[in-house]
DNA sequence: TTGTTTCATTGACATTTATCATACCTCTAC
DNA sequence: GTAGAGGTATGATAAATGTCAATGAAACAA
């Protein structure tokens, strides 16, 4: 039934959520939480694509991942002060699961399996942003944008021809670095045959060349 | 006994981690482990201080945390690729309890409230990892520097004055930028007045504008 | 002693990247 | 239609930061 970390619920687990969760939809644009407010459900993905993003002061934000069907949005605020620590927005129109903190955490102090499962959804999440950190400091900006265009293509629409709701400073903030930058970027990559893009639509000609870029500059 | 998340333990499974764990005495500059091989135990520091890092490629690691006196070196293998995700070295004459993973594991599944309390651990090492990421993204050198002097003085040596066995390439490593960069940065806090150092010894004479340079700088 | 190594320092310079200004679309509202 | 808003695109310029080269200082071995 779930594809996600809660396929190691017991069913006397899944028949309680079964009644106590709820379910929202939210249109593309539209804000799920802010970072800061307060953190009172952890978020399930049923359809629809989203942005996790950090914001701190009146700059860019930084766009850390995006989530689509099947994810989970928990946050490191659980257990520790409940508060989201990153904000969501829906990228496209959204189906979303909320399920109460409390039934959450008891759910974890219930199921010993499913608590060291949790652990290693968090773990994969941190082993992610170890690779982010990583590709942010080492890389110059040709290597951030075919990091950006490698997971797009490979990890959320599964296809070198893909069409987006990012906007071009979306993709600017997933590859640290101003909308500026990450245009001129994206005409040098089309200039080069490496890509097409026509405003939403991506299409991937080069993949090795694009993961050159990655690999080495 | 203990100061951290291990204080959650039943008394069965204090008892079993004594006759089960073992020490093991590092020097300063000796690496504990490396990024990439296997995690086989969870360590705890008894005593002195060490450098948590990422190694990317020939260039500059990334040192992610210090680790002192009470603190945990898990890692985010734990239950997931069972590979150690950074390098771990002493920068001080170091004492370490090794803790044999598989019987960690079993705490976690034999105790929900001590599996609860490590999430709560992990998350908050998540959240200071986004303030890093913050910190890296949108501050520039003069903020980044102000940010690991402040980081040293309130969190490890506890003291605006403070010697330390970091080099300037690893304070560098820290900040995000080369050690020229970081050795002409000190050398500006020094001649406005706001820092003395010499060699190893820091002094923090401005804390006030430290932390303003860090906020607004 | 001398040579060797490692780290710290400094200056000149090049490169990378952001900022600013402007123009051009494509919507939508009126 | 037309004006405004928001996103996209492009060029000129400035700022931030890294690279390279050279020197000095301290530690240490032969």
Known sequence: MF???????NSDQISDLEQNKFNVSFSQGETIFKQGAPMTHIIVID??????????GLRHSIILRLLKSGEIAGGPGFHTDYRHHFSLMALEDTELTFIDINK????ILDNSIFALEFIAYLNKAHISFY???????HKQMNGRMAATLCYLSDNIYKSNNFETNLSRQDIA???AMTKESAIRILKNFKDSGIIE??????????KDSLMDIFENG
């Open 173 to 175: 903030d997933m590859s």
């Open 47 to 56: 359809k629809g694509l989203l942005k996790v993003y950090l914001e701190s």
């Open 3 to 9: 594809t996600n970390v809660l396929r190691y619920l």
């Open 104 to 107: 959450f955490e008891s759910f």
């Open 197 to 206: 893009c026509e405003n939403n639509t991506f299409n991937i000609l080069n």
């Open 131 to 137: 690779d982010k950190l990583k590709t942010i400091q």
